[in-house]
C-alpha cells in the first residue's frame, strides 16, 4: 500500500470516529435524569455525579460502553479524578448490558481544577460512547461547576476556661468559617487531637466536649485547627490548664490517691490484709498477721524475775518460733525451733529456772511465710509485772513495729 493510501485510510477512519452522526449509528439513548451542579473550591473532590439514559438503539455492553468527555470530543477535562474508568472516560457500564427500552446509570467523581483564581463556571459535555464505532446519538449532556478560588479558612476562639477540673468536661468553642465550607476542626492540646466535624446549629460554632481526664493535668496550649474541603487550614492558640481530680472528696488528689473513685482507698487508709486490695496505696495488699496468742505471768522482786507461766496458743503447724533474750540472767540469747502447732508452752522449754534482771528483755516471733510476723517483747521491772509489748514485722523488715498497716 502506498503511503498516500494508508495516510487516506487513517483520514478516513479519523472521519467515520470523530462525526459519528452517521446514517448507520445503530446506537441511540434519551436523557434521564443527572446530578448536579455544584459549587466547589479549586480543587475540592465531589462524589455522587452521574447521567441516567434509556437506551433507545442497539443493545449495550459493558465491553464498549462508556460515558465519555465530549464538546469537544477527546479533550482533557479539568475536572478528571483518578477513580474514572479511563483518561476520558468518568465511568463505564455498570452492568454487563443494557436492552433497548431500559435504563442505566454513569456514576463518576470529579475534582475541580486547581489553582483557579476567580470564580469561574464551568460547562462540562459527556456524551455515552461505544468505544472504536460511534458516539450514542441522543446522549449529548452537561454539568455546570462554579469554582470557587481556594482561601484558607478563619478561626477563633469563642469560649474557653482559663483552667478546668479533670473530674469535669473540657468545653472550647471556636468560631470557623470558610468561603465554601469547613470539613473539620482538630482541637490538640496535652498531646491528644479531638476531631468535631459537625458544627453547631449556626452551621459555624464547633464545639469540643470531652471528658476533661481525657487530656493530662498541667498547663497546656491548646490548639484549635479549622481544615476546609481542600486541605486548606487555619490556627488559633490559647492557653489552658487542667487541675487535678478529687472524684471521691476524700481529701486526696488523683495523683497519690490509687483509687480516685472510692474513699475508702488512699494513702493512709487501713489496708485490710489479704482482700485483694491495696487500700492505702503503698503498692500491695496488706499481709496478714500469724494468728497466734500470747499469754503469760511471772513474779517479780526487787532485783529479778521468775517465768511462772508463757505460752503460744493456736500457732499454726509449721511455724518458726524465735525466742530472745538479751541483757544479764538469760539462760541463751536465742532459740529457734518449728512448731508442730497448737499451744507452746516457752517456760517449761526454756525459762523454768531463770531469775531475769531488771531491763532484761525476752522476745517471742512467730513467723509463717506470706505473714507478717507476730512478736511479744517483755521487759524485766523492778518489783512489776513485765512491760509488755505486741509488736509486728512485715517479712522484709529487719525489726518489728507496733503497727504494719
Ligand atoms: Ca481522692
Ligand atoms: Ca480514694
Ligand atoms: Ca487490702
Ligand atoms: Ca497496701
Known sequence: MSVVARLLGALLLCALFAAPAHAQNPYAAVFKDQCCYLTLESGEVAGGQFFEFENSGAAWDVRNLKLGIAGPYERDSPFYHPSWYELRRPARLPVQAVLNGQRARFGFAIQAPANVGTQTVYREHF???AEGEYWVAGSEVYLDYTVLPSVPPNVGFTSIPAAVNRSGKL???VDATDNRAILRVEFS???KTF???APEADGRTFKLSVPAEEVPAGSHTLIARAVD???NFATATAAITLTLADRDGDGVLEDTDCNDRSTAIR????DIPANGVDENCDGADALPLVNAAFSSQWVASTKTTRVTSLKIKGVPMGARVEVRCAKRGCPFSVRRFT????TLDLRRQYFRRAKLRVGTTVEIRVIVPGYITKVARYTMRKKRTPLTAYLCMPPSAAKPTRTCA
Open 171 to 173: 468545653e472550647v468553642s
Open 127 to 129: 456524551q455515552l460512547v
Open 267 to 270: 494513702p493512709g487508709a487501713t
Open 339 to 342: 512448731a508442730r502447732g497448737g
Open 229 to 231: 474541603r481542600v486541605g
Open 195 to 197: 476531631t468535631v466535624a
Open 189 to 191: 492540646v496535652g498531646g
